[in-house]
């Protein structure tokens, strides 16, 4: 069984910023690409951004890009998210995701997802 323990949400301002990480156990962490997805009251959840299993290809859906940064450290089992710029809109619960293949791309839809985390509220207020 795989846990997957989100931190680092919380208030912030517009333009400010947030780090999110995810502390992974149970499984060989640096063999599975992980994610980010995010969910707002009344929206489906979406995929935020993806890190590849070697940490060396990522993919950032169009509203984040240039604003988040995904990362990951093999050697801690984490992965994180760097969120500079905030805006209302990125308000949500957002998630943390292990996937079944090592690519960043085989993340990017829920079917690509074996576990998720429990999640992380981040608020940003205008």
């Known amino acids: 069984q795989v846990q997957l323990v989100e931190s680092g949400g919380g208030l912030v301002q517009a333009g400010g910023s947030l780090r999110l990480s995810c502390a992974a156990s149970g499984r060989t962490f640096s063999s599975a690409a992980m994610g980010w997805f995010r969910q707002a009251p009344g929206n489906e959840r979406e995929i935020v951004a993806s890190?590849?299993?070697?940490?060396?290809?990522?993919y950032y859906t169009n509203s984040v890009k240039g604003r988040f940064t995904i990362s990951r450290d093999n050697a801690k089992n984490t992965v994180y998210l760097q969120m500079n710029s905030l805006k209302p809109e990125d308000t949500a619960v957002y998630y943390c995701?292990?996937?079944?293949?090592?690519?960043?791309?085989?993340?990017?839809?829920?079917?690509?997802?074996?576990?998720w985390g429990q999640g992380t509220q981040v608020t940003v207020s205008s």
């Open positions: 890190v590849g299993a070697s940490g060396f290809t990522t």
């Open positions: 995701a292990s996937g079944r293949g090592s690519s960043a791309r085989s993340v990017i839809g829920h079917g690509g997802i074996d576990y």
